[in-house]
């Protein structure tokens, strides 16, 4: 590969690296929270109390069926490696819940019920027929106030409602309706809670923005692939009687180091296009990434900003990894290509570490950075270390010869 192509092409994949780090990611972001047939809610529960401990779980609701009168939904809930499900009904009269299979069921209240609500009109609390016979409620209160859960910041209405010995709070969204916070408080027993962790929908895919950072993350590592496969091909047809030399890095980088560091890029490439997280039963892929393209993988309605985030640092780091596996082999500048690999390490732990905080259940994509940062790392330090080795080891041989 000419060294003059070999630049352009790296100064040309560094350039989109770099506007789609900049960028707003206008094909991601939502302007607020929808609810519809196909969108699933995902919910962080906890159980138990202060003095027994508390346990988490995992809970999805996808919607299976939302018109004016009526909203089924399926619910599940993944608990120590189980999941378990169930389908619940709720319904609806002139904009308002007249029936549930349980009370706690009120996943989504319709704009008549908000603004009712707004308005401290709380009613309609009393006319709800259950499945399972609910508490005599004893006190009604409301409050608005701006809500905070993993899924964002949300303009909320807090409806508490107070039966005889216990207290129930919803806490919903003001735009969309969907619950944003459930609080089941009783004087004697376990609390149960549950938080919106995110809201997803199925649509029409937006492919082209996850097409061009496809391309911008499979460049280098296909261009290299193909010359190096040329080349070898090329030094099979020759027939000059004798085996040809070893192949050599040209910026001279150790070679068992060098494949260390392979070993890792190519993690680093693989985990983008592995799942990232799993929420009950669904398999979460990286924004703008290929799969979440191709398969049928949800979208974010929340939390985008912060997974879009972690997919272009992700995708940047298999991007420049292999931009640094392509200056060992084609360049020189021994310097600046372990100062991208060692670029490349540093962003695949940070990654890693924005995904942790958002408090998701890691999956195979998560690990395979992390080792892929891991192994680039590594194999600098172990390059570094055997080059000091062998640049001593003259300096020993002059230090033992006899002076005449």
Not at 6 to 30: D, G, K, R, V, Y
Not at 121 to 127: A, I, N, P, R, V
Not at 298 to 310: G, H, K, P, R, Y
Request: proline fraction near 5%.
């Amino acid at each position: 590969m000419p060294k003059s192509k070999l630049e352009s092409t790296l100064i040309s994949l560094t350039i989109i690296t770099l506007l789609l780090l900049t960028s707003n990611s206008p094909f991601t972001l939502a302007e607020e929270m929808q609810i519809r047939e196909g969108s699933t809610l995902f919910y962080k529960g906890l159980r138990g109390s202060g003095f027994g401990g508390y346990q988490t779980w995992d809970a999805s609701i996808r919607i299976l069926t939302l018109n004016q009168t009526t909203l089924i939904f399926r619910s599940s809930f993944t608990f120590e490696g189980s999941t378990e499900g169930s389908k619940v009904t709720v319904k609806y009269q002139n904009g308002f819940p007249s029936y549930a299979d349980y009370f706690t069921a009120l996943i989504y209240l319709p704009p008549e019920c908000i603004a009712e609500s707004l308005q401290g009109k709380l009613e309609w609390t009393s006319q709800i027929d259950t499945a399972y016979q609910f508490p005599t409620i004893t006190n009604k209160t409301i409050q608005t106030l701006n809500f905070t859960v993993e899924a964002g910041t949300f303009q909320g209405v807090n409806i508490t409602l107070t039966v005889a010995d216990a207290a129930l709070t919803y806490i919903h969204d003001v735009n969309s309706g969907i619950l944003l916070y459930e609080h089941w408080f009783p004087k004697y027993g376990d609390e149960i809670i549950l938080a919106l962790m995110a809201a997803t929908y199925t649509t029409e895919k937006q492919v082209v923005p996850n097409l061009i950072l496809f391309t911008a993350t499979l460049a280098t590592p296909v261009a290299t692939a193909i010359h190096q496969v040329r080349k070898i091909l090329q030094k099979r047809h020759r027939k000059h009687g004798h085996q040809p030399k070893e192949a050599t890095l040209k910026s001279g980088f150790p070679k068992k180091p060098f494949y260390i560091i392979l070993t890792g890029v190519l993690l680093n490439l693989a985990s983008v296009f592995m799942p990232w997280s799993q929420f009950a039963e669904l398999q979460i892929y990286l924004p703008l990434s290929l799969p979440s393209a191709l398969t049928e993988s949800a979208e974010f309605l929340t939390s985008t900003a912060t997974f879009v985030t972690i997919s272009l640092i992700a995708h940047s780091t298999a991007i420049l990894a292999w931009l640094s596996i392509a200056m060992h082999i084609y360049t020189n500048k021994k310097l600046v290509s372990q100062l991208a690999t060692l670029a490349s390490g540093i962003l695949a732990f940070t990654s890693a570490l924005i995904f942790i905080q958002t408090g998701w259940t890691p999956s195979w994509g998560l690990p395979l950075t992390v080792i892929g940062g891991i192994l680039a790392i590594t194999g600098i330090v172990v390059a570094n270390i055997k080059i000091e080795m062998i640049m001593e080891e003259p300096e020993e041989s002059e230090d033992a010869s006899p002076t005449p």
